[in-house]
T-cell receptor, first 116, second 115 residues
């Protein structure tokens, strides 16, 4: 079956602009998580959505937001871009999250954002 | 607070050598879950293994094996007879909650396997 699909794969923006990234999870998966990966900070959790509701949130400023649609597709938005927002943004999906005895996250290839 | 430490930033080996990637974790949760992921140059994180805290049994999968020791809070990963295709960044991760998509990742270990 198709994996997690993220679009766009690459994009370049300038400071102050805003950006929207899209993630289509594996069919049947209801949980979508977003991560930011940078050389300095590594992989950091942004937020998770489950059945259109934000279930968990990481320690990022309010400029970072997201949403999930009824078909489980998710978008994340970053407003007022800063140079430090340059990163690989990874989306991961799972059936319902990391359950008590099973469950894993399936990751997409990411959207690489460069802020100039 | 939860934390995962991968002290080895980069490891370089010659093909067919065995290599062990270290992972030490910190958590106050009595129940928690540990993972290893591989990240090839394409960027996608590939799931390798999940271990629940109540299951200390070690695991072997082909050339891969994992040693989970609660007493030392470690979850080490060994590749036997390494191959060039094993070259990638490897991440150890932890979560203390079920029904979540949140993982705490270590900084990753870059493994280079030379022919």
């Amino acid at each position: 079956k198709a994996g997690v699909t993220q679009t766009p794969r690459y994009l370049i923006k300038t400071r102050g602009q805003q950006v929207t990234l899209s993630c289509s999870p594996i069919s049947g998966h209801r949980s979508v998580s977003w991560y930011q990966q940078t050389p300095g900070q590594g992989l950091q959790f942004l937020f998770e959505y489950f059945s259109e509701t934000q279930r968990n949130k990481g320690n990022f400023p309010g400029r970072f937001s997201g949403r999930q649609f009824s078909n489980s597709r998710s978008e994340m938005n970053v407003s007022t871009l800063e140079l430090g927002d340059s990163a690989l943004y990874l989306c991961a999906s799972s059936l319902a999250g990391l359950g008590a005895n099973t469950g894993e996250l399936f990751f997409g290839e990411g959207s690489r954002l460069t802020v100039l | 607070a939860q934390k995962v430490t991968q002290a080895q930033t980069e490891i370089s080996v010659v093909e067919k050598e065995d290599v062990t990637l270290d992972c030490v974790y910190e958590t106050r949760d009595t129940t928690y879950y540990l993972f290893w992921y591989k990240q090839p140059p394409s960027g996608e994180l590939v799931f390798l293994i999940r271990r629940n805290s109540f299951d200390e049994q070690n695991e072997i999968s082909g050339r891969y094996s994992w040693n989970f020791q609660k007493s030392t809070s470690s979850f080490n990963f060994t590749i036997t007879a390494s191959q060039v295709v094993d070259s990638a960044v490897y991440f150890c991760a932890l979560t203390g909650s079920s029904n979540t998509g949140k993982l705490i990742f270590g900084q990753g270990t870059t493994l280079q396997v030379k022919p």
